[in-house]
Nanobody, 125 residues
Framework: QVQLVESGGGLVQAGGSLRLSCAASGRTWRDYGLGWFRQAPGKEREFVGYISWGGDYTIYGDSAKGRSTISRDLVKNTVYLQMNSLTPEDTAVYYC??????????????????WGQGTQVTVSS
């Protein structure tokens, strides 16, 4: 089974940036890529972006477009989320997740089977 561990969260000032890491391990996990989600208290879980392990394909949610980059290091088995121009609305727990078989690049969190523990990002005004 795929195992995922997020890191890099913390307190960031508005206008700053974050760089989160997701370390992945497990048999066949490279076949399906990896997604990033976030969830603030009292709000729905929101799609941030997705990257395929087999190519250079990435997609982003509306709130992340234009200021985010998802990348991966195959040697380190790690996926990264870089997000700039942070505002207090970006405060949330950020998760990485592996999709269910056949789900591909779905933006629906119910299509992801394996999740990390999450890392808290707090943006101060």
């Amino acid at each position: 089974q795929v195992q995922l561990v997020e890191s890099g969260g913390g307190l960031v000032q508005a206008g700053g940036s974050l760089r989160l890491s997701c370390a992945a391990s497990g048999r066949t996990w490279r076949d399906y890529g990896l997604g990033w989600f976030r969830q603030a208290p009292g709000k729905e879980r929101e799609f941030v972006g997705y990257i395929s392990w087999g190519g250079d394909y990435t997609i982003y949610g509306d709130s992340a477009k234009g200021r985010s980059t998802i990348s991966r290091d195959l040697v380190k088995n790690t996926v990264y989320l870089q997000m700039n121009s942070l505002t207090p609305e970006d405060t949330a727990v950020y998760y990485c997740a592996a999709p269910r078989r056949g789900a591909g690049d779905s933006k629906d969190y119910t299509q992801y089977a394996s999740w990390g523990q999450g890392t808290q990002v707090t943006v101060s005004s």
